[in-house]
């Protein structure tokens, strides 16, 4: 089942910057608006992920399906901000 989470890209330290080639962060949300223990995580090597960021922007939802099979979110398309 697809669901909504929210990708958190990391901040170089020493410039303030939005750092592309670090790992990033999933954070999963249900409708709810409740966490979901267990299922974020940190990711890395997803160029297609970090692809669909704009320029200087550090957080976007994507649409993702959970993989009990990998331990893992499948990360998709970038959801439009409403």
């Known amino acids: ?3 909504i989470v929210l990708v ?3 901040i170089d330290p020493q410039t303030g ?8 962060v999933v ?4 409708r709810e608006l409740q966490p979901m ?6 990711y890395e090597k ?5 692809e669909q960021f704009r320029p200087g922007e550090r957080e976007a939802q994507f ?6 099979q990998e331990g893992g ?3 998709g398309k970038r959801v439009v901000d409403a």
């Open 1 to 3: 089942m697809k669901e």
């Open 8 to 10: 958190r890209l990391a």
């Open 17 to 24: 910057a939005v750092d592309l080639v670090a790992p990033f």
């Open 27 to 30: 954070i999963p949300w249900r």
């Open 37 to 42: 223990p267990g299922r974020g995580g940190i």
């Open 46 to 50: 997803e160029p297609g992920v970090i």
């Open 63 to 68: 649409e993702a399906e959970w993989s009990t």
């Open 73 to 75: 979110w499948k990360l």
